[in-house]
Every structure is written in C-alpha cells, then in structure tokens.
C-alpha cells in the first residue's frame, strides 16, 4: 500500500539546492527556511497600490450664487443706469403692465399707493427691515397711454450699478460731480433705517445720487450708496418718496 505524502512538496526552487543525499537535518532546515520566508512580509513598494487613497486638500467652497433678481432686470450681476431713460431693463414712460415687471420679479414686498399714484419696493437683503438691496418702481396714470399707469422713476439702493461713464455705487461724490457740473444738492435726509444721505441730483440729466456722509452723520458728502432714474427736467423731490425725510439743517 502506497502512503499519500503528509506534507506538501518543496517548491522546485529549493530542491535545486538540496545536496544530493538529503539527509532529515538537511530537510528540516530546508523545510524551516522555507516557512520563514513564506511569513516574512513583501517590502512595501514605492508605486502607489490601485487603492491607495492618496492626501487630498480641503475641498474648494462652492461659489456664491448669482443674484438672480438683479439678473432678471440688468441681464448681468451689474445694473446699467441711464439717465432720464432707464435703470437695465425698467424704461421710464413705460406701461407698466407691458413692463412685465411684477413678471419678472414677482410680487413687490411692499408698497405705497394712492389714487392713480403707486410705488412698488422689492428687497433683495436677508430680510425686509434690513433693506440690503432694494428696488423702487414709482408709477402714475399717465394721460399719454390713456391714463394707463407708466413708470416715472426707479430708485436703487445697495445694487451694484455702472453708468454709461463709469459712475457706480461706490464713486465718491467729487466724481459724480466733475462728470455731472450742473447737480445741485436737495440738502441731507433720513432713510427707513436711520441712516443719513445727501441727495445730488442732476434735474435736467434725469439722475440723482445718494450720497453717505464722508465720516460721520454731520460730515460733507461722501461715496455713493444708491441712485433714482427721473424724467428730465423734474426733480426728484417733487415726486412723493415716501423713503426720504429731510433733516432739518441746524
């Protein structure tokens, strides 16, 4: 009766090596050289393994979302103001049903109206009170269209806006003066939030520029903090503004 091998066969590497009489020591030893190369672990290897996961940085913070409201009116992140015409997309004269306005922008989060008289304010800030960026479209009846209302002035505040010459929301009041020589000051007034501004307004351009003080609430004219498009040729005190009160010169 043949007896089946209790232990594997060496590999035939190592039989090569064995003297010709393998004698039990020289086998064990074989055998025990063997087991110990088998346990000892391969030496790690400088190429990277198919699922090493190697160090990443922190990942980049998303981009802020575009200011979709102001989008919808200036076609872009930056409100073209065109005196005595239009604020973007809002043309004065325009009706405002054809405007499409309250289309494109929703319903106004507040208002102020009166017989044939309205203004319609939308707040673009973290919260109404705060009033961050605000949009306010003034309209009339208008005896040309019919006595159908139409837009007589649009006033922006806190909006990123440019003018045709390079004017924004951030000019300081001796630029808007040197490019518009002819505006004249309505004197200091109270906005909603308690803040003081100057109005200058360039009656026959059709433009006036709101105006922070230039360090403190009794100081000169400072930068340019919001803008109102006008009809040539009025200004824009006239018009019933339910956001200005004038402070009382001392």
Partial sequence: MRIKPRFRLLPPAILTILPPRRTPAALLLILALWILAACHPAAPGAQETADTVPASAAPAQPAAPPDTQLQKIAGGDTLLLVPGKAAGKVLLKAEVEKSRIFDLLGPADSGDAAMCKSWAMWYWGDTVAAQGKELDIYSVCDPDIDMRKSIQLVRVSGV???TATGLSEN???ADIRRQHPHATS?????KPDGSIISLLDDVAAGIT?????AGGPDT???????????LPGKKVTDTYIPFYTAVKQP
């Fill in 160 to 162: 990123p806006f440019r």
């Fill in 171 to 173: 000019s300081a009041a």
């Fill in 186 to 190: 309505l004197g200091r007034f109270k």
């Fill in 209 to 213: 520029f709101e105006l922070a003080p």
């Fill in 220 to 230: 000169g004219e400072g930068r340019c903090t919001g803008a109102d498009i006008h």
